[in-house]
């Protein structure tokens, strides 16, 4: 008889011991030119990550013109007094750059990501892009066109048209927060080159600017770069834009977007809560991701595992403007889509959940989970210096102090399983929510009315 041959297992690997980690603190200074500077040195990411913050929001915009702060980021990459705008995209490219920008309720915000090797380069056309932007005749009207053919393709997207009509409906019609951010059809057409540079004019200068470089910065003379770059930059000095006050409504009610034969119906249901300056803001993150943070939830465990009404839904909390003062503003928010003949089902299913939670709270598992989840995973979540440049880019956008982000970890593992119940049954008050469905009215307006959950208003989809 042959022998079987025996296998040798090799010892199976374990893991070390966790190294202590921290989010990264920066380093402040200031240029010549009031430019705020924030650096933080990453050794190993040689892919340096640049955040310019401008203080232009969109409730600067001139009446009429909403969507000129999203033509004006837009059009920065569109040439400079030294480049055409082809020449401009082939100077990125030939630097291993890219460069983004967008407009938002805080300000405009540029993104340059570029090699170490070429930040000097990189830093040169940024600079430029601030400087002299060309705004071009010809290339203004083309950013109007491609933005005007955006329109109906948001107009069609159900979660888009939903995030629409909510804001709509919690914000007072004078609020530039209760109006697309990005501008109308009727807003947008109106846009000029001279409309582009007049907001630039008013509101883009480095006094009231900020810088926040992240990446691999050995052998890099930054204060020299810096000076030889957007020091270059000049503008005239002025105080930081006041944040107004954020009001909203949101008296419970549901607004349905007509959309007739939709086999989904999108749901999106929300109301204002404060800011991160709120001192209940990490128990309020740690008991919004029991509710709808991941797949093991209790909005997708009850609606998706135990129903199969949908493939997820999501409870979240996105700032929208933030103040010291408190009167900054948050969107709380539940979103996700059904199919059609089980919204009200589903609908109803969701308040229970919400019920169940003000009644009986998390449980202490649910709470070490999200703990776990949102805490354990923050080495990885900014392995990046984009990652990094970017969350200490909304530090300063939101007015928060540099160790924000490293002190908020040290809170969220420090909540406990009572401070989280409340603050999300707080953040959700069943009597409190705003409904927005855009699915076919016909077919479910009257199984949502039997809910009892507000009045419920059919609109055109548009």
């Known amino acids: 008889m042959t022998e079987l041959a025996t296998m040798e297992f090799h010892p199976q690997p374990q893991a070390g011991e966790a ?16 430019l705020t500077v924030l650096r933080c040195h990453r050794p190993g990411q040689q892919v340096v990550a640049v955040e310019v913050l401008l203080d232009a929001p969109l409730e600067a915009e001139p009446a009429g013109l909403d969507g000129v702060a999203t033509i004006t980021a837009r059009a920065f990459s569109e040439g400079t007094d030294k480049h055409s ?21 805080p300000g ?42 955006e329109i109906p393709h ?13 804001s709509k409906e919690l914000f007072p019609a004078t609020s530039r927060m209760s109006r697309p951010r990005q501008g109308t059809e009727e807003t947008v057409q109106k846009i000029d080159s001279g409309a582009v540079r007049a907001f630039y004019e008013r509101h883009v200068r480095p006094a009231t600017a900020t810088v926040v470089v992240v990446g691999d910065l050995t052998g890099i003379d930054l204060d020299a770069l810096l000076a030889d770059t957007l020091g270059s930059w000049t503008g005239s000095t002025a105080q930081p834009r006041p944040v107004p006050p954020v009001t909203a409504d949101d008296t419970g009610r549901v607004v349905i977007v007509h959309r007739p034969g939709a086999v989904q119906t999108q749901l999106l249901i929300g109301r204002v809560g404060s800011d991160r300056h709120d001192r209940v803001w990490p128990a309020q993150v740690l008991g919004t991701y029991c509710l ?87 080495p990885l979540k900014y392995e990046t210096a984009a990652a990094v440049a970017s969350t200490l880019a909304d530090q300063v956008e939101q007015h928060l102090p540099d160790d924000y982000q490293a002190t908020l970890y040290q809170q969220l593992a420090a909540t406990g399983t009572v401070e989280a119940t409340a603050a999300v049954v707080n953040a959700f008050p069943v009597d409190r929510l705003v409904t927005i469905l855009v699915g076919d009215a016909e077919q479910i307006k009257e199984p949502v009315e039997a809910l009892g959950i507000g009045e419920v208003t059919v609109v055109a989809a548009e």
């Open 19 to 34: 190294r202590p980690w921290a989010f990264p603190a920066p380093e402040r200074g200031t240029l010549g030119n009031g």
């Open 85 to 105: 705008a082809e020449e401009f995209a082939a100077e990125l490219e030939r630097s291993g750059a890219t460069l983004d920008a967008h407009a938002d309720h």
């Open 108 to 149: 405009l915000r540029l993104s340059l990501e570029v090699p170490a090797s070429r930040l000097a380069k990189g830093l040169g056309l940024l600079s430029d892009a601030l400087r002299a932007p060309a705004f071009a005749d010809s290339e203004v009207e083309r950013l109007v066109r491609n933005r005007l053919d």
């Open 154 to 166: 948001e107009t069609a997207n159900p979660s888009r048209r939903a995030a629409k009509e909510l």
């Open 292 to 378: 709808g943070g991941t797949l093991t939830s209790r909005l997708d465990r009850v609606l998706r595992e135990e129903k199969g009404y949908t493939y997820g839904v999501r409870a979240f909390g996105q700032v929208l403007r933030s103040a010291p003062d408190g009167t900054g503003a948050s969107m709380l928010a539940i979103s996700g889509s059904v199919d059609t003949p089980n919204t009200g089902p589903a609908l109803d299913d969701l308040w229970t959940v919400l019920r169940k939670l003000a009644e009986g709270g998390l449980t202490d598992a649910e709470r070490d989970i999200a703990v776990q989840n949102l805490v354990g995973v923050a």
